[in-house]
């Protein structure tokens, strides 16, 4: 099957949901994150950082069952989640490998140097990247992942990443999945103690010593008559594991 066909840049304009307005990212902010010295630094400091906050938090997870197929099937799924969950959800990554997860797992970032960046971070956690992006260059980067799917691996992505609206998905992931069949899992979590950075997202930065919280939601599969009609059952299961994590921790949800 070819994916041009499937994936054909017109479509994905217009399934996307109405966009929201994009948060004002601070000019400050921006220089620190995007210095090549200082993202280096930041980079192998937030991989120690994240690895001391995942071993001191006491972690609960919910909806386990809903990635079997992986820890337990040997098959593939599309695990999702919000840009702003981005820093906890290895922590899913290494549980899954101790539940018996053997197959690698990539996870979608960008070529800019924001996507090596996370690149590095994660990889610390056994996690590899693909490149590419949820909304530009759809074409290219959804031909790795058919690729990689068929291979066997894990595809994580953050619908609404690289660069948001927050919270509004590209429909890259609802096409991957009814191209390959592989089910998507909605996942998040939430720390019982944490930041939000002042980034378009409003990235969540866990701090170590409290309680975390994993949540699955129940695989969606989407058939390939009608991948655009699933995009708001894509959007409903992600705000819901948001929801359901948030209130297991006692955390308020943002004010936008």
């Known amino acids: 099957m070819a994916p041009s066909a499937e994936f054909s840049q017109t479509e994905t304009r217009d399934a996307r949901p109405r966009q929201k307005k994009k948060s004002r990212t601070p000019r400050w902010f921006k220089w620190l994150v995007r210095h090549p010295r200082m993202k280096e630094g930041i980079g192998r400091l937030l991989g120690q950082y994240l690895a001391l906050t995942y071993r001191t938090t006491r972690w609960s997870f919910h909806g386990l069952e809903h990635v079997e197929r992986t820890t337990k099937g040997g098959a593939p799924v599309l695990l999702c ?12 990554a290494i549980r899954a490998q101790a539940d018996g997860a053997t197959m690698p797992t990539h996870v979608l970032v960008s070529g800019h140097n924001d996507g090596r960046f996370i690149g590095k971070t994660v990889g610390r956690f056994g996690l590899g990247t693909v490149i590419g992006s949820s909304s530009k260059g759809g074409a290219v980067s959804l031909r790795n992942m058919l690729l990689l799917l068929r291979r066997g691996c894990n595809i994580v992505i953050t619908p609404d990443g690289p660069r948001g609206p927050a919270k509004v998905p590209a429909a890259g992931v609802a096409q991957l999945a009814a191209a390959t069949g592989v089910p998507i899992v909605a996942a998040s979590a ?41 995009l708001p059952a894509i959007v409903a299961a992600l705000d ?3 929801d359901e994590a948030d209130a297991r921790c006692g955390a308020q949800p943002p004010t936008r």
């Open 81 to 92: 989640f919000w840009h702003e969950r981005l820093m906890m959800m290895p922590r899913l």
């Open 190 to 230: 939430q720390c019982q103690f944490h930041i939000r950075l002042p980034s378009w997202d409003r990235m969540i930065v866990p701090f170590p010593f409290g309680r975390g919280v994993v949540v699955c939601r129940p695989a969606i599969t989407v058939p390939r008559t009608d991948w655009a009609g699933h």
């Open 240 to 242: 819901a594991a948001c």
